[in-house]
């Protein structure tokens, strides 16, 4: 199948190509700012892109996804604080630890469904919360800086603003891959089919709990690369990284760009942080503006900006998620 | 002759007070068509239920080709080979009428966990899901989104993905329940084509469809069986006329 | 010992506190299948109403019953503007919807009461202790909201159980197109549980208010109690909300005030002292996850959801 010219398409192509050139332009522009934004958002959109594989393709409305980003950024600071400054400790330590939370949350809270596994994931991720702002040696409620970023071998060097950038734009890249690998697999059709009707996918013959306690480990284990990366970013963190309303902020990127799209997250960070970044250059309020935009977008475009494009297409045929 | 394909021994299922299943024994040979029949209540879904492994039962067990099932949760079963379809449409709608069929197929080809590929290009799965596609007659179909199918279609589909895992037999509830004649008359046939590879146990209201298919018919009245037998001893048995037939067969002509 | 009582007196309180919160939140879910995660904004919104109110009017009390009031009014004019049209809608919906309030109502306080906190001081009548057992004395504004909490309590028993609205509040819960075909006004129905439970969650906040800061995002974390409570109890469920609060409450103060006492016979000082915070802040979530564990859908589950 040769992808056509369509929209959709083009506005993709136009995104990734723009995220590709980004530290080029800001050299330009002579706006380090600008790079350090979309560093930002390039990190989040990864964070994004993990809770859409559960969220978007599993139908699994966690409300605690942040909590990875957490446990990921506290891994790589308490290590750095340690004295543990390679990267190849500090990140298998940060993938690790959000899986095993993400075992032990998902296998709790994947016993209930609906609004339940709504509030416990929250609960739970909250909990992660009051317990990093509980570590006195690690800064408590202060959070902790870190000194020296994760080392690697020559010639890595994430202090490096742009090489930075390109290793986080190289990840988020590899992890839309990496999803739309997995939905599409045999794995994937089973955690979309127990997102459409898990009860019936029971009937058929599919123990379904295990596979989405597996889909909720591997966006888990996703998310806590991203918090590394965060950390790496903000050589700075605290409990606030993995505070619930940034579990909200993820849902909105989701959400914002299209759920069950690949490239939706991405799209949805990007709007959602630039649209925050442009808001509070107008106002210092600006969130008495966002949150009924929100409501807004609820109400009247579920789709999101993915949908949004799909529907720019003209074609209204029956679009099966892909 | 062999042993039966389905025993069921002394299931009994309460519910608070209601005696949904009562002391039931019934048996299903290898081949044949069984339907089972009663009024309204008379424990016909809860039945279909037990044998299916959604509810289990107080008391009694199922055995499945000579092998004890009471226990095994519903996708075991489902992989020994008894397959079940729904009388409420209980489909993946959002997902097209292929993958409907193609993640039934899956489910009997061992555990998903392949991640890595595309399962929508994997022949294995694929084409037997469009072989069971064909076979009710909803070949045509098979790329549009389930939700966009009509009623009747739903219920092809249904049957599609009961046979899709190649099962030994099938449990239908009410597979002609809401369907306008001429998609009766459809689904009768392809059940009778149905029943030459296939054991299959039928719940069904329609006593024109039951009878024109049924090679033996058990009577269901609050959870006990007043009678089984041929579809003649059936009719010209006294107790089931006083206690059902009378009523169903005005009831079902009401319907046309 | 004197302490110990305290402590527990402490732990009673803020479960009935809790109470409140998780009974309007639990009400609405039941009734209108939305999850309103604004509940705690409206928290937020009882105290500084009071606050404010009690300044102008220089009487805690009547400042109370305004700040009540007014909640009562916001709550009602959210649920016309907004809540309204997201009945029906899925989970999802309602969590982004209510996030969004959110932000709205924290940037609103913000913009009018500026971001520092304000403080409800107490009348001097309320403002002591009395003596509750022989040398035992007990803060006279504590023993206070336990009396008015266990009020609430009873008065919403009487409500549900005993009268026609709360038939129909019950009607409602199981049976949406019975309750519209009698004939009932559900809109109205709506909009007055609505209002009913951001009332509760005022009268929360505004009893609250005294003992700690008035300040934004005060609500968000007690709401993440209230889920928990909510979670423990059934959703649904008012005497499930009940039971599940005053656990909630015990075990968080009696957590707080002498779990690092026990972890010191255990461990060293350093080390429990180190622990102890991180520790005792799990305890509730522990419970929430055994209780799920035992029974996941809640010890007192209306309905099986």
Known sequence: MTPALTARNIAIVALLAGLLLMPVFAELAGNRFLLTLFTRIVILALAAVSLNLILGYGGMMSFGHAAYLGIGGYAVGMLAHEGVLSGFVQWPVALAGSALFALIIGALSLRTRGVYFIMITLAFAQMAYYIFAGLARYGGDDGLTIYKRSQFFNPINLSNKVQFYYICLALLFAAIYLVWRLVNSRFGMTIQGARSNDIRMRAIGFPTYRYKLVCFVIAGTMCGLSGALLANHTDFVSPQMMYWTRSGDLIIMVVLGGMGSPFGPLIGAVALLVLEEVLSGITEYWQIILGPLLLLVVLFARGGIDGLLVKLQGKERAKVRS | ?256 | MTLFIEQCLNGLQFGLLLFLLAAGLTLVFGIMDLVNLAHGSLYMIGAYFAATFAAWTGSFVLGAVLALGATLMVGMAVEVIAMRRLYGRDHLDHVLGTFGLILFFDESVRLIWGPEGLSLPLPSWLNRSVQILPGVNYSAYRLAIIVVTLTVAAFLYVLVMRTRIGMLIRAGASNREMVGALGVNIKLLYTLVFGLGAALAGLAGLMQAPILTVQIGMGENILILAFVITVIGGIGSIRGALVAAIFVGFIDTLGRAFFPDLLRMVLSPAAASTAAPALSSMMIYLLMAIVLVVKPEGLFSAGNK
């Open chain 2, 1 to 256: 002759m062999s042993e039966p394909m389905l025993q069921v021994e002394n299931l009994a299922k309460r519910f608070g007070g209601i005696v949904a299943t009562d002391d039931l024994v019934l048996n299903v040979e290898a081949g044949e068509l069984h339907a089972v029949i009663g009024p309204n209540g008379a424990g016909k879904t809860t039945l279909i239920a037990q044998l299916s492994g959604q509810l289990s039962p107080d008391s009694g067990r199922v055995r499945f080709d000579g092998k004890d099932i009471t226990a095994l949760p519903m996708y075991r079963r489902s992989r020994l080979g008894l397959a079940r379809s729904f009388q409420i449409t209980s489909l993946f709608l959002d997902l097209s009428v292929l993958d409907n069929v193609a993640l039934a197929v899956q489910a009997h080809a061992g555990h998903s966990f392949r991640f890595w590929r595309n399962a929508r290009s994997e022949p294995d799965l694929r084409e037997p899901a469009r072989a069971a596609l064909a076979r009710v007659g909803l070949g045509e179909r098979a790329d549009g989104r389930a939700s966009a199918l009509s009623h009747g279609e739903h219920r092809q589909l249904e049957l599609a993905m009961a046979l899709a895992g190649s099962p030994r037999m099938l449990l239908l509830d009410e597979p002609m329940a809401g369907l306008g004649p001429e998609e009766s008359a459809r689904m009768v046939e392809m059940l009778r084509a149905l029943k030459r590879e296939l054991t299959i146990l039928l719940v069904e209201h329609d006593m024109e469809a039951v009878f024109a298919l049924a090679d033996r018919i058990t009577v269901l009245v609050y959870g006990r069986v007043i009678a089984s037998g041929k579809p003649d001893d059936i009719r010209a048995n006294a107790d089931v006329r006083d206690a059902y037939l009378g009523e169903a067969e005005t009831g079902a002509a009401s319907h046309g």
